[in-house]
């Protein structure tokens, strides 16, 4: 099935939404959930399935919605489609701080191996597939689990990651180490693996954990600055509604502080 | 001659590489736009993809390191099968590393597996060998554990029972028990209360409670000495101590295997204390001790054979005691048979009268 040539504009700093057009006929997917608005003229239609190119049947349609599901997707995609006559726009927002990554997969190859969870939305013809770590390490330690999300096409699409973003471009051979969890996507020439810390003294008090996630180029990568579990984990810890114990500045006085800081 | 698609990455193409078409010809490979010829000597090779399953050839000049990677299986597989032989030896160190991994990764998966198999593994062996297992943990608990066990539900269950401790039926079933209890390890307590229900229980420790309607359903003392003898074999044989174990095992082992923590194992515990079910080889191990105890205790054994007969002519009265005691008339007959082949005993009947006592 032939791509649909999307132009699309990046809006907002740290939380960010995308916006894109769409010519006549054009259509887009997204996660569901993901948009945040559309104007009058695009359709919205909600398929079983990735909504990529015909699946064959029932079974190809149910084994689609079940990949969905292993990377953490929900069962149905939203197919946005452009029936006015103009140019029509639709925007779809990232869910977490971060920034929205647009990828045009030609470039690339045709594939992308990104963070499962982190697709917001691409050309119709990009199909979400999922890519399962055969290395045993790189699956329990990683950061990212056994199972990946693979987009296949040669279009635009969206991925977001949290915090701010790095793209590095690694030269044959070059190896960039990782902390855990701040991969998001890389080019399937890359090779994703994990490397001990090296030292017993920093694995139990380096505070970076036992292993180092290893990208091996060549290839493009990009890297999130702060993962959502990390935000989450930070939050949690500093609600004491949920258990946490807010960590004040001032820690000497104590129960005092927090009675003389003003904060409450 | 084979065409294979493949991604060149080199110095002064994009970083994310560029789709080039690899040609074979005979001993040189040569890459075409940009047209390129591989070097015929220092190639690496090495298994590149997320599957693995692609091959990357890389190779360094004067202007830096170039990888040549074909991620599609098929094609690196045409290619293995149509490279020049100067590449053999590394393709042959290759396939060795591979096989190296593949055997590591087999090896981490079983571990990884029986890891998560272990619990339900053990959970199994559980169930298959519950009876021995519990045998074994039983006699290793002391016996102040067991009688506290047995006092904790029976200050649970009190308050139900309405007990008739000081009425004369009471100070019969002690004397009973006392006769039936001689030299045992055990301190015995024994409790009359006042239900209708045809039943007696023994809870580990040694306290037994007999219900009043049971001592009014027998016809004669003899009887009543036979279904005590009966329960006191339960708290010899620690019965209900094993029953305790078998569960708590099965919780523990159930919440090991399921990460299933916390779903009351103490609650579940205690329904299987107050419930109190024996096996059905547990019943028939207790009537054949209980049997030999009325024998040593000179006692009528034939007392026993008798209620078991009351118990089967009443198959329609409320049947507490008949579901967890089936078959009464079967462990009737087995009674009369073992008896039938030992040396009739000279018993002096108990005689007492009135009977049934006050209750």
């Not at chain 1, 259509?27 to 003229?41: H, K, L, P, S, T």
Request: charged share 20%; proline share 5%; net charge negative.
């Amino acid at each position: 099935m032939a791509m649909d040539v999307i132009d699309y504009e990046i809006f907002g700093n740290e939380m960010q939404y995308v916006e894109i057009e769409l010519d006549p006929g054009e259509a887009a997917i997204g996660e569901a959930g993901a948009m945040m608005m559309m104007q009058d003229g695009i359709n919205m239609d909600t398929v079983f399935g990735d909504g990529a190119a015909q699946q064959g049947g029932l079974f190809g349609k149910l084994l689609g919605a079940g990949k969905r599901l292993l990377t953490g997707e929900s069962l149905f995609t939203t197919i946005f489609h452009n029936e006015g006559v103009g140019k029509r726009r639709v925007a779809f927002a990232a869910p977490y701080p971060g920034k929205i990554i647009a990828v045009n997969l030609a470039e690339l190859g045709g594939t992308l191996l990104c963070q499962k969870d982190s697709f917001l939305c691409a050309a119709r013809g990009v199909s979400l597939g999922i890519a399962f770590q055969q290395k045993l390490g790189a699956g329990l330690f990683g950061g990212e689990g056994f199972i990946m999300q693979k987009l296949d096409g040669d279009g635009m699409a969206f991925v977001h990651a949290g915090g701010t973003l790095a793209v590095k471009d690694l030269a044959p051979g070059e190896v960039l180490r990782v902390d855990t969890g701040c991969v998001v996507a890389f080019q399937p020439s890359v090779d994703f693996d994990i490397q001990y810390v090296g030292k017993i003294k920093s694995a139990l008090f380096g505070g970076e954990g036992l292993f180092f996630a290893t990208l091996r180029g060549p290839g493009r990568v990009w890297l999130q600055s702060l993962p959502l579990s990390r935000l989450a984990n930070r939050i949690v810890m500093a609600a004491p509604a949920a258990g946490g114990r807010s960590r004040e500045e001032g820690s000497l006085l104590g129960g005092f502080g927090n009675l003389l800081d003003g904060d409450d | 001659m084979s065409q294979i698609p493949a991604r060149l990455f080199s110095p002064g193409l994009p970083a994310a590489g560029q789709d080039v078409v690899l040609l074979v010809e005979g001993k040189t490979l040569r890459i075409l736009e940009p047209s390129r010829y591989l070097p015929e000597r220092g190639i690496q090779l090495r298994r590149v993809g997320f599957d693995l399953k692609g091959l990357e050839l890389a190779w360094d000049d004067g202007a830096g390191r170039h990888a040549l990677q074909i991620l599609d299986a098929q094609a690196a597989a045409t290619l293995i099968s149509a490279l020049p032989p100067t590449l053999h030896e590394a393709l042959a160190a290759l396939a060795l590393s591979g096989r190296k991994q593949r055997r590591a990764r087999r090896l981490g998966w079983s571990a990884l597996a029986l890891f998560f198999a272990t619990p339900l593994l053990m959970l199994g062996l559980f169930l298959a060998f519950a009876d021995p297992i519990a045998g074994w943990i039983a006699e290793r608990i002391p016996l102040e554990q067991e009688r506290k066990l047995g006092e904790a539900s029976f200050t649970q269950m009190k308050a139900e029972l309405q007990l008739r401790d000081d009425s004369e039926g009471a100070q019969k079933l002690r004397e009973l028990g006392q006769r039936l209890t001689q030299g045992s390890r055990y301190n015995y307590e024994f409790h009359l209360a006042d239900k209708t229900e045809i039943n007696a229980f023994a809870l580990p420790g040694g306290i037994i409670v007999v219900h009043s309607g049971l001592i009014r359903a027998t016809t004669r003392p003899e009887e009543l000495a036979g279904v005590l003898a009966h329960e006191v074999q339960h708290v010899e044989l620690r019965h209900g101590l094993k029953n305790i174990v078998k569960q708590l095992g099965l919780t523990g082992l159930w919440m090991f295997a399921t990460g299933d923590i916390g779903s009351g194992l103490a609650g579940s515990a205690a329904t299987q204390l107050l419930s109190l079910k024996f096996s059905r080889d547990a019943e028939r191990e207790a009537d054949a001790h209980g049997l030999d105890s009325l024998l040593r205790s000179g006692i009528d054994p034939r007392g026993m054979p008798d209620f078991f007969r009351i118990l089967a002519d009443k198959a329609g009265a409320p049947p507490a005691m008949l579901s967890t005691h089936p078959q009464s008339a079967e462990r009737e007959q087995a009674l009369r048979d073992k008896l039938a082949s030992l040396p009739p005993v000279p018993a002096k009947p108990l005689g007492w009268q009135p009977w049934p006592p006050a209750l």
